[in-house]
């Protein structure tokens, strides 16, 4: 997904593309999310265009996997937000 980012600063404007780094599920229905002991955890990357790179590890606070699986997508839906409403 890619997702353009508009910063306004006095007398001028920086564009900044991000990309959140999100490969074709597929077959796994788990991608992104990892059971560490029993509570589900979820790895991203979003890729900047100015290089740079955010790796965030977080927990999902849940034991159940579909709550895990809503919560991953659920958060891929807010980072969309923030970057599209960034500015």
């Not at 977080?58 to 980072?79: G, P, Q, W």
């Amino acid at each position: 997904m890619m997702i353009v980012v508009v910063l306004g600063y006095p007398n001028q404007i920086i564009m900044r593309t991000s990309k959140l780094a999100t490969k074709t599920m597929g077959k796994n229905r788990n991608h992104h999310i990892w059971i560490n002991g029993e509570i589900w955890w979820c790895n991203i990357t979003i890729h900047h265009g100015d290089g740079t790179s955010e790796r965030r590890r977080f927990s999902l606070k849940t034991k159940d996997v579909e709550v895990a699986r809503r919560r991953r997508d659920n958060i891929f839906r807010d980072i969309q937000r923030y970057y599209l409403n960034a500015g």
